[in-house]
């Protein structure tokens, strides 16, 4: 009777643990999802089964400390869980903002808001997954969040200024929104301080790849930004002044290591560019300033302040490889062109006129008279420096059509070096960008670059897996 005994408590055990050990499958509804994240408590882990599709009619909101919504196996693939959003009028999946929810992780699903082709933007709605508020130590990791019906893939809140040290890594976001007026959505919106943004791929985010809305200390790092099918307005914005306090916060947020990825050539045209079949340009690269961006002048005499952007790598079709106004106590070094680069875009019906009429499109554009106090350097081989003029409203510039030559050949299709005296890059402009503005342009042999700025010379050189083993003695 004691080995019967034996197995049958065996069986038992085992049975129990691989009941509780078993995914929720996708017959679950919204609210059964709900009840069991509530029910769940703290450190509860919402499983959701690998290859599974949830429709989900309402958000999903997490209620206690380290809470976590993942994937079965933690797949980095296609075969990750989806939750897709199919309730009316609805534009949030997950959310974790509440106070009281700090360590909650986001790891290895994907994300469909199932925004239509047809469907204009939903202007009052938040983003796909809506993490941060009154919280620390949330992680987002191997997800994937596109088509989002509201402003954003992926936005991380600053709380009543209390949001610290979210980590969001790895994950694959785009696209977002549509490329037409107003309809835009943003790859990844930071407004959380001390936080880590590192090793994400961005493709096809309409407003701006990543948008950092102050987020003071935090890191912005190892990122590719691209388009594709749809141009970008920014490919990282550090331009919004609010929310954090003093207006424009950016203080030790430091963008540096990020790849930005312009449009290239989808066909052959002549030796050195082709059309675009989608007219896909990012039209600044990096966006430095409320003025850059915003032509109303909303803002007032704020500017973004405090940040440190280094080391960061351009490619492919902009109007601006960088714009930078209204903006004071940056460092801005070291960052490069490389491959095929072009200049494009001509002045759309939103451009301002007259003496605010912005600068034609050049790779790096400055309005020193709306900076102060910047460290501003570039490589000593770059074949560019930052040419001064007004740098103002610069989204309003629009891309060529699709059938010009405009678009520089990529990597893996004509991509050999360019002969080209200017480094391989053509500008809108009627002058090229060595010779177009005042002083600051041109190329220079030395091995120093110094740019007077504000009254200041300076002078600058250049899943880990846990496995848990469970072992039962009878």
Known sequence: MRPSSLSTLSAFIFGSISALAACTSNTTDTAGLQQLIHDGGAGYKLELCAGQVYEISEQLNYTALNQEISTEGYPTDDTRATLKMVGFNKTTLVMAQDAGLSGAKLLNVQLNGNRLDSEDIYTAGGGNIEFGGQNQNQTIEYVKSYDPRGWSCLHLAEGTFNCVNITVQNNDIGPCGRDYFQNWADGISLSCADSLVQNNQIVDATDGGIVIFGAPSSVIRNNTISVKTRTMLGGINMVDVLPWLPEGNFSNTLVEGNTIHGGFATEMGDAEHGPNNASAIVKIGIAVGPDVWF????????????????????????????????????????????????????????????????????????????????????????????????????????????????????????????????GGATSASTSSPASSGSSGSGQSSDAFRSIEIGGKVILESTILGLLVGLKFVF
């Open 295 to 422: 032509s109303d002048g909303r803002y007032g005499t704020n500017k973004s302040t405090g940040a440190i952007i280094k080391d960061n790598i351009f490619s492919g079709a902009f109007a601006f490889g960088m714009g930078v106004s209204s903006a004071k106590d940056f460092t801005i070094s070291n960052n490069s062109f490389v491959g095929n680069t072009s200049f494009i875009g001509s002045y759309g019906p939103n451009c301002t006129t007259e003496t605010k009429t912005p600068h034609e499109p050049v790779p790096l554009l400055l309005e020193p008279t709306s900076v102060t106090n910047l460290n501003l350097t570039l490589p000593p081989d770059s074949p560019y420096q930052f040419v001064n003029g007004t740098a103002l409203g610069l989204t309003c510039f629009m891309p060529p059509a699709n059938d010009q030559n405009a678009w520089p050949y990529g990597d893996g299709f004509n991509s050999g070096p360019s002969t080209t005296s200017d």
